[in-house]
């Protein structure tokens, strides 16, 4: 069946350090992947997507995104975090084939450490 | 620029009561959709419109309705709410088919308490 996977519902980082956030998926053919930030009681904003044309994808605020089939994986980072980057970041996927219904995975709540 | 618009913003109801949820966008968009968001399950696809006059089953759709009479517009309704239907609703639209096309933009949400 096709799906994706958020590991790390929650995840704390100092300001400054590395983010990390984890996306796999599970297809027989790589889809769309895409990232959203939702910031509190606010509605999803894109961060990034890809769409095969460059396996590395650069957002806004300073993330990107590595695309690697092997893996089945869509890695969110960011070499330096920030306290505004606190939010909850989605992954999301369109599998291939139907009217591009995006599968959203179950989010990771990013908390930065002063 | 208004992009997607929801209202209500927030709404209580009683059980078995009935509301109807408003989303409209500007921006000519063929697609739209309604998700429900609640804790450690991320966003969940309600109902889906492909282009006016069309509606479809998303992968929660029990105990909602939903109607695109206008392009621009995409109603959701709840017949008689319940408790478990108490949650965050978005609505969102994208502009249609091909790679280019696929980003979908968001409205605010809707807070619904069902009690």
């Known amino acids: 069946a096709q799906s994706v996977t958020q590991l790390g519902s929650h995840v704390s980082v100092s300001e400054g350090a590395l983010v990390l956030l984890r996306c796999n998926y599970s297809?027989?053919?790589?889809?769309?992947l895409f990232w959203y930030v939702q910031y509190p009681n606010q509605g999803l904003q894109l961060l990034l997507k890809y769409t095969s044309a460059a396996t590395l994808v650069k957002g806004i605020n300073g993330f990107e995104a590595e695309f690697k089939k092997s893996e089945t994986s869509f890695h969110l980072t960011k070499p330096s975090a920030h306290m505004s980057d606190a939010a909850e970041y989605f992954c999301a996927v369109i599998f291939s084939g139907g009217y591009q219904k995006v599968t959203f995975g179950i989010g990771t709540k990013l908390q930065v450490i002063p | 620029n208004a992009g997607v618009t929801q209202t209500p913003k927030f709404r209580v109801l009683k059980t078995g009561q009935s509301m109807t949820l408003l989303c409209a966008q500007d921006?000519?968009?063929?697609?739209m959709y309604w998700y429900r968001q609640d804790p450690g399950m991320g966003l969940r696809l309600i109902h889906y419109?492909?282009?006016?006059?069309?509606?479809a089953k998303g992968e929660v759709p029990d105990g909602y309705n939903v109607s695109r009479l206008k392009k621009q517009n995409f109603l959701l309704g709840l017949e008689s709410a319940a408790p478990s239907q108490t949650s965050v609703y978005f609505c969102a639209s994208s502009p249609g088919t091909g790679v280019a096309n696929t980003e979908a933009f968001f409205g605010q949400g809707t807070r619904l308490t069902v009690v």
């Open positions: 419109s492909v282009g006016e006059g069309t509606t």
């Open positions: 921006m000519n968009h063929e697609y």
């Open positions: 297809s027989s053919v790589p889809p769309y």
